[in-house]
């Protein structure tokens, strides 16, 4: 099991919608001024929030712990990511059966893809392979003890 801790961000009888905090390697480099991958980064700053079915008694801003199966995320990418590509190669080798023309094949296969990214989109809607698993508690902090073993 996957595990992210998240907050609560909005919540009724049902459902519960939490929001992840973005981490990235590039809040500790030492160039990330001077890189486009950072650039790109906090261009995108996108809030990752996900609706959960509410199956634990939470507060708004209560820090919650959700989970999502090896197995359940591996499907899941599989079929975003394999239904369009196919969809694109169909395409594009049916229209090149019936046209040379390199530019009409590419844009069939880009419509392709677009419509097997939008099926993918619309048929996401059953049941939420991501789980609400408990809230966070406090941190048990370990703290080294100065003398340890008797020594001095």
């Given at each position: 099991?996957?595990?992210?801790?998240?907050?609560?961000?909005?919540l009724n009888d049902r459902y519960v919608q939490v929001e992840a905090k973005r981490t990235?390697?590039?809040?500790?480099c030492s160039v990330s001024n001077t890189c486009g991958t950072s650039a790109?980064?906090?261009?995108m700053n996108r809030?990752?929030?996900?609706i959960l079915p509410r199956t634990i008694d939470v507060q708004m801003g209560e820090k919650v712990m959700i989970g999502i199966d090896e197995v359940d995320l591996?499907?899941?990418?599989?079929?975003?990511?394999?239904?369009?590509?196919?969809?694109m190669l169909i395409a594009a080798v049916v229209v090149g059966n019936y046209t040379e023309s390199q530019g009409l094949i590419a844009v069939a296969g880009l419509i392709a893809l677009l419509t097997g990214f939008f099926?993918?989109?619309r048929s996401a809607g059953g049941d939420c392979p991501v789980l609400l698993l408990h809230k966070v508690t406090s941190r048990n902090l370990?703290?080294?003890?100065?003398?340890?073993?008797?020594?001095?």
């Open positions: 099991m996957i595990e992210r801790e998240v907050e609560v961000v909005a990235s390697a590039c809040q500790h790109l980064d906090k261009w809030k990752n929030r996900i591996i499907r899941s990418s599989f079929v975003v990511y394999i239904i369009p590509v196919l969809l099926i993918v989109r370990v703290t080294p003890t100065t003398n340890a073993g008797g020594m001095t």
